[in-house]
């Protein structure tokens, strides 16, 4: 199987023994040159790589090479590290859906934040979601809050959404789109560009930092910015018998460095999100509509059952969706 390897060491603050000598494999669903690679999981690679005294090596394993069921690639032992993004995998993950839902935050480093205290191991959705299926997150991310760009018809207020196809991915997502008036299409990210083209969708709810990577800036023609829509997610995490194997210092070093990547890559999506929207506005004559404080009042309470309607659907499901929705809201 081909694979792009990438020789590498971790910073151990010691020297080991020769029979300390570590292995790590990551696996995961994107290009080797996405923002979440390079800005994140691989930004940590090269940080303990920095340090290290060439102890332990890993190899890379991109664009879905080892499977695109990451949760089985990591209990399988393919790989020890992997990217996991949870609206494609919500039958694995789904208590970790509720960093999708449009709730309050006031940008993509407090929502990360939020997400991380109760994703980080001994937080409770950890405990109820990862620990049981023998991973450990390393660090997560939350992208900025969804817009909703579309190609002919401008979205001034709710009544203009009305009837419109959007895209969603996801269950959090597609309830989201629902309440809203708008019709949910389920497409992944790959699939968004020939459908606007085609004009199978109107539009989606999507972030602006994500129209490069996909080629999307001068398909988008109009947005609505301002309501509280939610976000993606993206979780970094290793498989628990891995990480129990490894030695002390490594362990220490990864948490570092781990630390480092999550709250770089925060900053690096706000920053690219204010700028990916001057962009489409300089180059593509893209037109945003910031809506007013009552039309985004209006947007809110059509949202706000989402929520609570999810929390309730995952207590149904003996999952606590409504522990995990609290613990969300109120962590700082």
Known sequence: MAAVAMAGVLALGQPLQAQEEVKLRFAHPLSSTHYAWVEGLGRMADAVVKASDGAVSYEVYPAGQLGKDYVSVLNSKLADIVVLIPSYASDKMPLTTVAELPVKYEDACDATRKLWEIARPGGVLSEAEYKPQGMRALFVTILPGYKVPTTTKPVRS????????????????????????????????????????????????????????????????????????????????????????????????????????????????????????????????????????????????????????????????????????EAFRQAE
């Open 158 to 325: 709710l009544a203009d959404l009305q009837g419109l196809k959007i895209r969603a991915s996801g269950a959090a997502m597609e309830q989201t789109v629902r309440a809203l008036g708008a019709v949910p299409i389920q497409l992944t990210a790959s699939e968004i560009n020939d459908s606007l083209r085609r004009g199978t969708i109107d539009g989606a709810i999507w972030p602006y930092h994500a129209a490069p990577p996909y080629e999307l800036e001068s398909l988008f023609k109009y947005g609505a910015e301002g309501p509280n829509l939610g976000s993606a997610t993206i979780v970094f995490a290793m498989a628990e018998s891995k990480w129990q194997s490894l030695p002390e210092n490594i362990r220490q070093e990864i948490t570092a460095a781990a630390a480092e990547a999550q709250e770089n890559l925060c900053r690096w999506t706000e920053g690219e999100e204010a700028r990916v929207r001057q962009d489409m506005i300089d180059k593509y004559g893209y037109q945003p509509t910031v809506l007013s404080d009552e039309e985004i009042a209006l947007w809110n309470e059509k949202t706000a059952t989402v929520a609570e309607g999810w929390a309730a659907r995952m207590n149904d499901n003996r999952k606590p969706g409504t522990e995990i929705l």
